[in-house]
């Protein structure tokens, strides 16, 4: 980008100011002893074209909507139109989100994001002993059909797009999902949305766990096996990187574990025998947005450059689409305080700034009561008011990826991809991501990573305000919400009474359908979508299927190494 | 003192809260402290926590939970604890909980609770002071 007689000269003069620089510094020591991300990142005082002197744009930027997809997944990004405001949430029962939901929409978000509880992250109802105490609070109780039909109980599902937040039960609550919308007239070939699905990263970091990680990646590529033929405009898999980050990853490590369990999957739909560009324009991602401005920045750009070039030279795909890494990204949670709550706006809103110039497709600002539990409504509106703030009036939206050029971005941007295929390369030759996971490898690099982090914070080496410094006690506010622990034994008894209306011989022929399918090896005529949608709809509970998936494929237990 | 055996500690998370990133943090620290750890993983019931302190004879158990879940679980632990004649374990709780369930959860013999923002060196210094070895189990 620059001739080589500049970068002659800029190479000399850098020299001389670095000696300015240097007795600068015998009057005026620096703040810090070493200057690092949050991630420990090193970072230098300066950057100069000296640092991206063998970019080439054509090769490493190129143009919004353009391979490498460095600066964008489309030519026109915010100025056609914004990012879709997705707040995620779900909270008891099915009425007391629908009723979330609807209040979201009344206020402007454009897309729905549904946060289920643990007993239903896990595959279990209401009523199993294994989920008492837990109904409604971290998420909505979904047993049944039904439950899915209040959830959605007057949103245009055809118009309103949704993403669900369900891993190894994915597809037995896309399936309900699925078998609701129908019987609600809506033809499936419109419904547009996305299940997170992502089994692999369950194993990494989130721990919601239910199979071995073999059957739990034949399931996902039933999914989207499905998706890919019957449900196109559904986003099959969201590749999280999120939850990895918040069990205390660095951002290259978010990134090269994210992208390597994409590749994972990819590899597996292949095996299957899927054509890449049949399905891959059917896959996204989901990053976490830290404190760390500039490095959230330079990992989204990264992002989506790594995984155009691992799709076209990996997996030799054609369209420009399978090469697209489009993705939704949250703010990161962990970096909120419960000390001093009304500064946690503060960190999302530069959070949700990075996520914006990193390009995201759709965003989920934290509110500020979000570090205690399920947000309120007060605090709720204040976080997707700041996403509207910033993409109406600071003017951020109106250019595309308007840190291009910066010598800082874009040599972290390049430090990100090149770091992150370090971690690639290394998990190529381990075998791939579930020989790693079986071998504990990521899980014990995010445990080092958050260990590390942890005692940075206690040297005060990193700096957490009203936490490290400048310490606070931490508040009770008025307006957080409080989940009814009664709501556990109304949500059993409504499930029982739904079990006792059930046409037993249908449902047992739509089980036993189920049985023979999983049984069965991995194909089309054994995809478990088709006897799912059929026994969700015989009134199958959630945990029904699940169970039956235990039973066939076995269990799998965190091991709990640390 | 020399001979006197290393504190045995078993961090828990009760429930299927998979926020682990606490736990695992804390249980190195007792590890570099000197103290011996065990941890149980995600998705423990009352009776697993309770039956894994008493097998593996640990003088702490740390809970540690995000989910809310804890108005069910913290009490069903004490009760097991009692029930089984080992209400001398010493037993602790980190992560958020509603400022009112606190003096509950003290309550019930709960001994600290850790918030956020605690150090891991204070948690370690206040088990130093808090916990002595109990004396092994009869069978």
Request: aromatic share 10%; proline share 4%; net charge negative.
């Amino acid at each position: 980008m620059f001739s080589e007689s500049q970068l002659d000269r800029m190479e000399k003069e850098y020299k001389e100011w670095l000696r300015e620089y240097e007795k600068a510094l015998q009057k005026m020591p620096e703040r810090l002893e070493r200057f690092s991300t949050v991630s420990d990142m090193e970072v230098k005082a300066l950057y100069t074209p000296l640092d991206i002197k063998d970019k080439d744009y054509f090769e490493d930027l190129g143009f919004p909507g353009q391979f490498p997809f460095t600066r964008g997944v489309q030519p026109t990004m915010y100025r056609a139109r914004l990012w879709t405001m997705r707040m995620f949430a779900g909270l008891g029962t099915a009425e007391d989100t629908n009723k979330r939901f609807h209040y979201l929409i009344e206020h402007g978000e454009t897309g729905l994001s549904t946060a289920f509880d643990f007993p239903t992250l896990m595959g279990y109802d209401t009523e199993s002993p294994l989920a008492r105490g837990e109904c409604g609070k971290c998420g909505v109780a979904i047993d049944t059909i039904d439950d899915m039909q209040r959830l959605f109980a007057g949103i245009n599902l055809e118009e309103v797009t949704t993403s669900m937040t369900i891993n190894p039960p994915a597809s037995v609550i896309w399936a309900m999902y699925i078998a609701n919308a129908e019987n609600e007239g809506y033809d499936r070939k419109k419904l547009g949305g996305t299940i997170q699905n992502d089994c692999l990263k369950e194993f990494i970091a989130q721990k919601t766990l239910m199979l071995p990680p073999e059957p739990s990646l034949r399931l996902v590529v039933d999914t989207v096996e499905f998706g890919t033929y019957e449900v196109p405009r559904w986003n099959t898999i969201s590749i999280s990187g999120y939850h990895i980050r918040e069990a205390g990853a660095t951002a290259v490590q978010e990134l090269a574990f994210t992208i390597y369990d994409g590749i994972t999957y990819v590899e597996e739909c292949i095996k299957r025998g899927l054509k890449v560009d049949d399905f891959a324009g059917r896959l996204s991602f989901f990053w976490n947005s830290h404190i760390d401005f500039f490095e959230e920045i330079a990992k989204m750009r990264a992002a989506r450059r790594l995984w155009a070039r691992l799709m076209k030279d990996r997996f030799k795909a054609q369209k420009p689409r399978s090469m697209m890494c489009r993705f939704h990204t949250q703010t990161a949670g962990c970096s909120l305080t419960a000390q001093e709550p009304y500064n946690n706006i503060i960190r999302t809103t530069v959070e949700a700034l990075a996520a914006i110039l990193g390009g995201t497709q759709s965003l989920h600002t934290n509110s500020l009561d979000e570090v205690y539990m399920i947000p309120s409504e007060e605090a709720v509106r204040i976080a997707l008011r700041t996403q509207q703030i910033l993409a109406d009036e600071t003017g951020v939206a109106n250019v595309i990826d308007p840190l291009a050029g910066s010598y800082f971005v874009e040599a972290l941007t390049d430090k990100m991809e090149e770091e992150a295929m370090v971690y690639i390369r290394k998990l190529d030759e381990m075998g791939g991501m579930v020989a790693a996971i079986e071998k504990d490898y990521p899980q014990m690099e995010i445990a080092d990573a958050a260990y590390h982090f942890q005692q940075q914070v206690e040297k005060g080496e990193k700096i957490i305000i009203g936490v490290n410094k400048f310490p606070s006690a931490r508040p009770d506010l008025e307006f957080i919400l409080r989940i009814d622990d009664e709501l556990e034994n109304f949500q059993i008894e409504r499930t029982r009474q739904f079990k006792a209306r059930r046409d037993k011989v249908k449902l047992q022929k739509a089980m036993d359908e189920l049985r023979r399918r999983c049984e069965g090896p991995p194909c089309w005529e054994n995809n478990v979508m088709p006897a799912l949608i059929d026994a969700v709809r015989a009134g199958a509970t959630e945990q029904e299927c699940c169970d039956l998936y235990r039973e066939v494929f076995g269990t799998y237990s965190d091991p709990g190494t640390f | 003192m020399a001979d006197e055996r290393k504190l045995r500690i078993l961090i828990a998370k009760p429930g299927l809260d998979g926020h682990d990133r606490g736990a695992r943090v804390i249980a190195r620290a007792f590890r570099d402290a000197g103290f011996e750890v065990i941890y149980t993983g995600c998705h423990q019931t009352p009776e697993q926590i309770v039956s894994t302190a008493i097998q593996e004879d640990v003088d702490l158990i740390g809970l540690s939970i995000l989910s809310g879940a804890h108005r069910y679980s913290f009490p069903r632990i004490m009760e097991l604890l009692k029930e089984n004649n080992a209400e001398d374990i010493t037993v602790i709780g980190g992560g958020i909980f509603p400022l009112e369930d606190i003096p509950k959860l003290k309550a019930i013999g709960i001994k600290e609770i850790f918030e956020p923002g605690a150090k891991l060196e204070d948690i370690v210094q206040w088990v130093r002071t808090h916990v002595k070895p109990r004396k092994a189990m009869v069978a």
